[in-house]
T-cell receptor, first 113, second 113 residues
Framework: GQQLNQSPQSMFIQEGEDVSMNCTSS?????WLWYKQDPGEGPVLLIA?????ELTSNGRLTAQFGITRKDSFLNISASIPSDVGIYFC?????????????FGQGTTLQVKP | EAGVAQSPRYKIIEKRQSVAFWCNPI?????LYWYQQILGQGPKLLIQ????????DSQLPKDRFSAERLKGVDSTLKIQPAKLEDSAVYLC???????????FGSGTRLTVV
């Protein structure tokens, strides 16, 4: 079935550093989304991407939809302690009405103050 | 708007016992999903409802898992009998249009001992 591979699996960085993570798939997706999950909570949507090559920002977060539609990237600039959590990419499989999201295995981010 | 409500937050049961989880989606969201998230992994879809009909239950272990959505609103997920490998967080999500992403509940953490 469809599978999304995220890298790196985990990152331990110093506060203030920039962070990059990516997500790749063997399948084409027409919509990519990035979620963040805090401990004990459900994932929360950060950014949604709808067009190949699209670059979208949300505050210090920037995500890009790869040209091949088989990958996506998430960058976090000037990391702060509250960025700690697990970041998931997700691709939409199926239509916008009846489709479902396929999730990667996550990138765990730890930030040292 | 109120978020997706799930209960209970935590449940510990012995193997071979049964357990049920409840979800109340965001008002007006026609599509409801149940995901299983095993520690260290991304969420995996168990079942998807559109109103009160099942769209996709291909990954639901039907010999022990069942789910229903009452009157197209609330949903319950049941496991009977539980196995040790069912220990996971069970996430409920709802969406108006999936390409805008889901809203997740906080999840139910199940421990089977």
């Amino acid at each position: 079935g469809q599978q999304l591979n995220q890298s790196p699996q985990s990152m331990f960085i110093q506060e203030g550093e920039d962070v990059s993570m990516n997500c790749t798939s063997s399948s084409i997706f027409n919509t990519w989304l990035w979620y963040k999950q805090d401990p004990g909570e459900g994932p929360v949507l950060l950014i949604a991407l709808y067009k190949a090559g699209e670059l979208t920002s949300n505050g210090r977060l920037t995500a890009q939809f790869g040209i091949t539609r088989k990958d996506s990237f998430l960058n976090i600039s000037a990391s702060i302690p509250s960025d700690v959590g697990i970041y998931f990419c997700a691709g939409l499989w199926g239509s916008s009405n009846t489709g479902k999201l396929i999730f990667g295995q996550g990138t765990t981010l730890q930030v040292k103050p | 708007e109120a978020g997706v409500a799930q209960s209970p937050r935590y449940k510990i049961i012995e193997k071979r016992q049964s357990v049920a989880f409840w979800c109340n989606p965001i008002s007006g969201h026609a599509t409801l999903y149940w995901y299983q998230q095993i520690l260290g992994q991304g969420p995996k879809l168990l079942i998807q409802f559109q109103n009160n009909g099942v769209v996709d239950d291909s990954q639901l272990p039907k010999d022990r898992f069942s789910a229903e959505r009452l009157k197209g609103v609330d949903s319950t997920l049941k496991i009977q009998p539980a196995k040790l490998e069912d220990s996971a967080v069970y996430l409920c999500a709802s969406s108006l249009a999936v390409n805008y992403g889901y809203t997740f509940g906080s999840g139910t953490r199940l421990t089977v001992v």
